[in-house]
């Protein structure tokens, strides 16, 4: 399998696994990959932790490469496992036009949520890490699932999210998948887990990447708050203006912000959304 990973990878990726010996990653790419063509509608779906806002934007951003036809719906509610419920399916993901839903450490609350999602026309791509058998009808990426052979399971939801977009890569012979790297992370960074391994990877490779990136909202920041070296205290400086609080708008809403100061095009709307998140804080 190392032969095969050395023969399809581009010399300019990052050293790792194969995504593809991820459990379904086939699967999901085959239907990714039919959407995408066929331009049906793709929801992302993910919370408002940094971890998960990171994951979505750097997943919507390179399926905005791609010319997917595709939105995101970001969940606030205080559950941290962010459950998809049958509110959300009919009132957001159904009413955005949703044919795929691809959720961010998330998943269904239960299989009730995914017949329902089915009876609307909906197939779920379901990316988390956790120690859990999966037991509904999705397409289930889950680096520590049973029987999943992965290597690196201690993972967060974006680096999970970043094998996805690996995979996606290697199908459509794409050279520039390290550039997401920096909000890559930045959502690993987040969270509590073992720095070793292919998480080492992402740190040191994403620290590389966020000193030259070409994130017009990543920029704004630095420039902003006179972010001139990139080191560990620094960076956490950064995460502190992407996590979203509870304001005069409710934190959804300032997570929505935070996804588009990170996908945005625009580097004076980047500046904008700055000053509003430094205000707000």
């Known amino acids: 399998m190392s032969?095969?990973?050395e023969s399809i990878y581009h010399p300019t990726y990052i050293s790792g696994y194969n995504p593809f010996i991820i459990k379904n990653m086939n699967r999901a790419i085959e239907r990714m990959v039919a959407a995408i063509n066929h331009r049906e509608k793709i929801v992302i779906y993910?919370?408002?932790?940094?971890?998960?806002?990171?994951?979505v934007s750097s997943l919507l951003l390179i399926l905005q490469y791609l010319n997917a036809d595709v939105e995101y719906y970001i969940d606030d509610s205080n559950d941290v496992t962010h459950t998809i419920e049958d509110r959300i399916i009919k009132n957001y993901i159904h009413f955005l036009g949703a044919e795929l839903l691809i959720a961010v450490g998330a998943n269904f609350k239960s299989n009730l949520e995914v017949e329902l999602c089915k009876s609307l026309g909906i197939e779920s791509i379901v990316i988390e890490n956790k120690k859990v058998t999966n037991d509904k009808d999705i397409i289930y990426i889950n680096p520590s699932e049973k029987d999943c052979s992965y290597r690196y399971k201690d993972l967060s939801?974006?680096?999970?999210t970043f094998k996805l977009m690996q995979a996606i890569a290697i199908y459509y012979n794409m050279n520039s998948i390290n550039r997401y790297l920096d909000l890559i992370m930045l959502g690993t960074m987040c969270k509590d887990i073992n720095s070793q391994g292919e998480n080492g990877v992402f740190l040191k490779e994403g620290e590389h990447?966020?000193?030259?990136?070409?994130?017009y909202g990543l920029r704004a920041i630095m420039s902003s708050y006179n972010i001139n070296e990139i080191n560990s205290s620094t960076i956490w400086d950064i995460i502190r203006v992407?996590?979203?609080?509870?304001?005069?708008?409710?934190?959804?809403?300032n997570a929505?912000?935070?996804?588009?100061?990170?996908?945005?095009?625009?580097?004076?709307?980047?500046?904008q959304?700055?000053?509003?998140l430094r205000k707000a804080n």
């Open 256 to 271: 929505r912000i935070v996804v588009e100061l990170l996908t945005t095009d625009d580097k004076d709307r980047a500046e």
């Open 209 to 215: 990447f966020l000193k030259t990136t070409d994130n």
């Open 157 to 160: 939801n974006s680096g999970v």
């Open 46 to 55: 993910g919370g408002c932790d940094v971890d998960s806002l990171c994951g």
């Open 273 to 276: 959304i700055v000053k509003y």
């Open 242 to 253: 992407l996590t979203p609080i509870s304001n005069v708008v409710s934190k959804k809403d």
């Open 3 to 5: 032969k095969f990973w």
